[in-house]
Structure formats: C-alpha cells, structure tokens
C-alpha cells in the first residue's frame, strides 16, 4: 500500500488530498490588493475578521458601518460649513483659515471645490485605515470638530 501523506501537512488540501485534489471554486482574495474604487463598495469578501484580535492595524474589503457614517458625516457637514461660511461672509464676516481664505479670493466655486475635496480626502483618507486606532480616533474628532464648528456658525447667525 502506498505511502499517503497526510492532509495537516498541507494545510491547503482538502481532507482527501491525493484522490479528490483542492475543491476550492473561488479565486483567492488575497491575490491582489483591494483597489481605492473598491473600498466603498457595498459588497466584499471581507468586512470584518473572525477571531477577536486579528483586526488590529489590518486593512478590510469594506469598512465597518460606524467608520462609513463619519466619513459621510464628515463630508456632509464639510458641505454644509462651505455654505455657511458663504452666508456669513455675505453678511459681513470673515474666512478665519488662511487657506480658504485663499482659495475664496479666487471666486466662490473654487473655494467650495477645495473645501469639500480636501475634507473628503482626508476623511476618505482616513476611513481606508479604519481598523487603526489613530485613524478611528482622528475621523471621531473630525466629526466632532464639524459639529462645535456648525453649532458655533448657528451662533453667528443668532446673533
């Protein structure tokens, strides 16, 4: 009778490795990284891991749903503070940051595309490494900020 090897050997053999072969049917996943189009998308192979510890500083196919809630929080409330400002400098304010201040003295759409875009990215930025806690710490501050930020543009305009 022939020498069979045992399957442990192989740990990606199935049970009866040298009669029935790999019954694998899908392609692996991990042949090729997730691509930045892919990050957001609504279906994946993996959103989160199986064992407790394994999602420490490691990167998903999808991110969690509190991770994909404040980066569309974030930039929803970076479009709503673009708006405000708007309104507020119309009735006599003052852009206070330097850059958008910049960007607003060359016209009110450049300043609003720069606004949204930067806040996006770096709110898109930081959503692709939610499972990093500096990364999860930094898009609940950034949401946070958003918020005393609206909260403060509701006090000028009682005012």
Known sequence: MPDVCPS???????P???????????????????????????AGQRAGFRRRREGHNQYVDRPS??????????VLFSSLDAYLTLLHIQDGGYEVNPLMHLALLTGVPTF???????????????????????????????ALAYTILLGYHGVLFLL
């Open 8 to 14: 442990s050997a192989y740990p990606n053999s199935s």
């Open 16 to 42: 009866g490795w040298p009669f029935f072969g790999d019954r694998r049917v899908l392609p692996d996943r991990r042949d090729h990284p997730t691509r930045l189009r892919e990050v957001f998308r609504l």
């Open 65 to 74: 749903p509190r991770i994909l809630c404040l980066t569309l929080l974030i």
């Open 112 to 142: 609003t595309i720069i606004k949204i875009c930067l806040s996006g990215a770096g709110a898109l930025f930081l959503a692709t490494h939610g499972n990093f806690p500096l990364s999860r710490f930094a898009l609940g501050f950034g």
